[in-house]
């Protein structure tokens, strides 16, 4: 027996799910921080510098996130692929020249990416901007972020080699805590201190300064703490699953910003900053969705790595579940809510409220089609993953480029959502095709029947009685909620609700497989 068939089998089916809870309910908690606060630091920017200046601030960042995550070169997802790999495999003693072989390559390219930003930041700036001082704004901007793109860049490869080792701790403190209240903290201080809008960049470079210093003590303590002696890595391996993983990198962060760019270009400064506050709505959303993927993402790559389809089965199954129960309730009430939540946004901003109202309907669609591109890439299918992103890409582009022109902003909300929708069916449909593992099981769909009856028509009747948007926000909450949990507890056995609910106290060891497996079908 091979010592990756020995691991196999001393993980019961549960312990990776246990551990896929603890670190998704610990990655949740630091997604809702960071959605909160990164809701306070967009309305304050908006109320402060109103729509225009906030479109020109929203396209600054847009081009430093597209630069920045380009310049990963795959190193996140690869170092949470290899890293717990390596571990499953037994191979402690090459995670030191995997890690450095990602972050050596990453950055190198940030730190040409942040030349070429630098030096081209005027040219870029009035491709953007209409208005000469929003423009020069916007070149300022530029300069500043690109000198911190490298730090941004390192710190997200940085993030994926510490899930590898099976904890959302680092990822969480560094990325979802420190970044964003860094970020609210030095907004705040600009704000008071200075008029120009520019000098909000100077916000988010500090807070990519001090989120590298955190994790990067942590991964260099926990590479040292590793006990084994040195193993051969070829980076030829690791370029193997990472080189088609880079070019995703670059699809993918155009995915993410490109469309608020179009807007710019297309529809100038004003409709940006109103598609910016909306997208920025729903991105502190997906934090909370990508909370659930990112847990799972070293389990599942460890069931593939033993030949453990089952283990997988049963992680994404119930994780999935959980997913829609704790996530599809904060879309649907965002959904049923979005005019008032963009009023806290200032005057102008509710004209976005179809926007948020499809991005919330998307999302609700993506999170009840499983995890996706995160399930397909532990399969170790790099190159499907990238063939994905470039079709969801020329959707996205295709779909604003016909529709901006003719329905306006709101072209490019249905252009976001339908290039979502294809990168996860289509990743769901390749690995049910390779693998037979798929997410979509009853625990889903009770889940998710569950949470439209709880939410749904409460939403389209208290909506519609009470005047008060805040006051009808609060009871749908309230009220979904409550119906939400006494059907889930009817269910408890299916959605395995008692594993979700026990994250927080202690586990015994688990046992062996074999006799855990007998347990179970004794008491089947």
Do not use: C
């Not at 960071?34 to 020109?56: C, D, M």
């Not at 297309?266 to 659930?292: H, K, P, S």
């Not at 996860?424 to 625990?443: E, K």
Request: charged letters at 15%; aromatic letters at 8%.
């Amino acid at each position: 027996m091979t010592t990756v068939d020995r691991r196999a089998k001393t993980r019961p089916p549960d312990a990776r799910v246990r551990q896929a809870a603890r670190g998704s309910a610990f990655n949740l908690v630091g997604a809702v921080t960071a959605a909160v606060v990164s809701f306070f630091t967009v309305g304050l920017i908006t109320n402060t510098y109103g729509q225009s200046r906030a479109g020109v601030f929203f396209a600054a960042t847009a081009l430093f996130t597209l630069a920045a995550n380009g310049a990963r070169l795959g190193a996140e997802s690869s170092l949470t692929f290899f890293v717990s790999r390596l571990r499953a495999e037994d191979r402690r003693g090459a995670l030191r020249a995997v890690t450095s072989t990602a972050l050596r390559a990453t950055a190198l390219v940030a730190l040409v990416f942040a030349v070429v930003g630098f030096l081209g930041a005027d040219t870029i700036a009035a491709a953007l901007a209409d208005d000469d001082e929003n423009a020069r704004s916007l070149a300022a901007m530029i300069r500043v972020l690109a000198l911190a793109a490298p730090a941004f860049s390192v710190s997200q490869a940085m993030f994926g080699a510490s899930r590898g080792f099976g904890t959302m701790r680092p990822s969480v403190i560094a990325g979802q805590l420190v970044r964003p209240i860094v970020q609210l903290a030095l907004v705040a201080v600009v704000v008071v201190a200075a008029a120009d809008v520019a000098a909000l960049a100077w916000a988010w470079a500090g807070a990519a300064m001090v989120s590298l210093g955190v994790i990067a003590l942590w991964l260099r303590g926990r590479l040292n703490r590793v006990d084994a002696p040195a193993d051969p890595f070829r980076s030829s391996d690791y370029w193997r699953f990472a080189a088609p993983r880079a070019l995703t990198d670059v699809v993918s962060s155009a995915l993410e910003r490109l469309d608020l760019l179009l807007v710019a270009y297309m529809l100038g400064e004003a409709q940006a900053g109103l598609y910016g506050a909306a997208n920025r709505l729903i991105v502190a959303g997906q934090l909370m969705m990508f909370a659930t993927s990112q847990s799972m993402a070293p389990h599942l790559s460890a069931a593939f790595a033993t030949e453990d389809n089952d283990d997988a089965q049963h992680v994404l199954h119930t994780v999935s579940a959980w997913s829609v129960t704790l996530l599809w309730p904060v879309f649907l009430t965002m959904a049923f809510g979005a005019e008032t939540i963009l009023r806290l946004f200032g005057e102008g901003f509710t004209d976005g409220t179809r926007l948020v109202q499809i991005f919330s309907v998307a999302l609700v669609v993506i999170i009840g089609l499983g995890v996706g591109d995160t399930l397909l890439l532990m399969t170790g299918r790099s190159m499907a993953s990238l063939i994905n992103h470039i079709l969801a890409l020329l959707t996205m582009i295709g779909l604003s480029m016909v529709l901006l022109p003719r329905i306006g902003v709101i072209g490019a909300a249905w252009g976001w959502a339908a290039s979502r929708i294809i990168i996860r069916l289509l990743a769901v449909i390749t690995v049910w095709r390779t693998r037979r593992v798929h997410g979509l099981g009853a625990p889903v769909l009770v889940a998710g029947v569950i949470a439209v009856a709880a939410y749904v028509p409460t939403g389209w009747l208290l909506h519609r009685s009470i005047d008060n948007g805040l006051l009808a926000i609060g009871a749908h909450v309230a009220v979904g909620a409550l119906l939400q949990i006494a059907a889930s507890l009817r269910f408890r056995e299916l959605l395995e609700l008692d594993q979700l609910l026990a994250i927080g106290r202690r586990q015994p060891r688990p046992a062996a497989v074999g006799s855990t497996r007998a347990s179970r079908n004794g008491a089947r």
